[in-house]
């Protein structure tokens, strides 16, 4: 290797790190000699480990750490580890419901991970896409304006007032100034862009939403009610609901693949678990009734009256 290559591998931040991780190893040997391999009290960090470290702080700061800075995640690190050891040995881990919960999640990510180990082919994909195109329909959308008649500024003659108005409205441009002058002001938007039946239920109703999904587009209609009031509405366009090509969303599929794969991988491996276990419940405490025998779960056991025990 030529001078100009040594000097630049003694530049490179991975090798900086990478002597100071052996110095943190060796210093560590130096100083608790007796500790044993396999010891409940050694802990042994990989090189994964640390390199692991090393990119996380790369990501997030976009420059390498200091040995300072090294040295202080390290140590970051065996704290928590510490901690975690010196927790299990007081049984900190015992009838914990957070512990419990964090675990179960954990071994439903196994099973999951499982699933998604396994890629799809595109024949997979098309297949599956056939038999479930319906869930990615893509909805009907249209954008429209509308005019306002407020039943608090006109009382019971709002609906009135919209039905003179769209006779007075009649061949008249869209844009046109009289438009304006004819309707309240609305305290949202005078106009609404590629709505979905869904989005404008949310906003004006749904009695509102299904009667403007009926207006064909190009003239005034109405008087639609809302739960604001009164309107006048003109449909400018609409773009009719369809089920897309497998190409133009086969990323989406098969994000909605794995997911179901998932879920089928979970419930399997679930089943398969609980079938080791047999569940004992008591049929009553107090006197009080805590289970029908005849409700009683698969695998359910009912015990003498007050008595009972864990899994």
């Given at each position: 290797?030529?001078?100009?290559?040594?000097?630049?591998?003694?530049?490179?931040?991975?090798l900086h790190f990478m002597v100071l991780g052996a110095v943190l190893f060796v210093g560590y040997a130096y100083l608790?000699?007796?500790?044993?391999?396999?010891s409940s009290y050694e802990i042994a960090l990989t090189l994964e480990e640390l390199t692991q470290l090393h990119?996380?702080?790369?990501?997030?700061?976009?420059?390498?750490?200091?040995?300072?800075?090294?040295?202080?995640?390290?140590?970051?690190?065996?704290?928590?580890?510490?901690?975690?050891?010196?927790?299990?040995?007081m049984g900190l881990d015992k009838n914990d419901e957070i512990v419990k919960r964090r675990m179960a999640q954990k071994m439903q990510f196994v099973a999951e991970d499982l699933a998604a180990a396994h890629e799809p082919t595109t024949e997979e994909l098309r297949a599956w896409y056939a038999e479930?195109?319906?869930?990615?329909?893509?909805p009907k959308r249209l954008s429209f304006r509308h005019l306002y008649f407020s039943p608090d500024i006109r009382g019971a003659?709002?609906?009135?007032?919209?039905?003179?108005s769209l006779a007075e409205l009649d061949g008249q441009a869209v844009d046109s100034q009289l438009a304006e002058t004819l309707a309240d002001r609305f305290m949202y938007q005078g106009y609404y862009a590629d709505q979905t039946s869904v989005s404008l239920a949310k906003e004006f109703g749904p009695?509102?939403?299904?009667?403007?999904?009926a207006l064909a587009p190009g003239s005034w209609q109405g008087p639609i009610e809302s739960g604001f009031g009164w309107?006048?509405?003109?449909?400018?366009?609409?773009?009719?609901?369809?089920?897309?090509?497998?190409?133009?969303?086969?990323?989406?599929?098969?994000?909605?693949?794995?997911?179901?794969?998932?879920?089928?991988?979970?419930?399997?491996?679930?089943?398969?678990?609980?079938?080791?276990?047999?569940?004992?419940?008591p049929v009553s405490v107090d006197g009080a009734a805590v289970a029908d025998t005849k409700a009683v779960p698969v695998g359910a056991e009912p015990l003498a009256q007050g008595k009972g025990a864990p899994l």
């Open positions: 290797m030529n001078p100009i290559s040594i000097k630049r591998l003694l530049r490179e931040p991975l608790e000699p007796d500790a044993e391999a396999g990119t996380i702080y790369e990501s997030q700061w976009r420059r390498s750490p200091t040995p300072e800075e090294f040295s202080a995640m390290v140590e970051n690190k065996v704290r928590q580890e510490v901690l975690y050891r010196e927790a299990l040995a479930n195109s319906d869930k990615f329909a893509m003659k709002a609906y009135d007032d919209a039905v003179r009695q509102f939403a299904v009667a403007v999904e309107h006048l509405v003109y449909v400018d366009s609409l773009v009719p609901g369809r089920v897309p090509a497998f190409e133009e969303i086969e990323r989406d599929v098969k994000t909605a693949w794995l997911g179901v794969q998932k879920e089928v991988a979970w419930r399997k491996a679930y089943e398969e678990m609980r079938a080791k276990y047999t569940l004992r419940i």
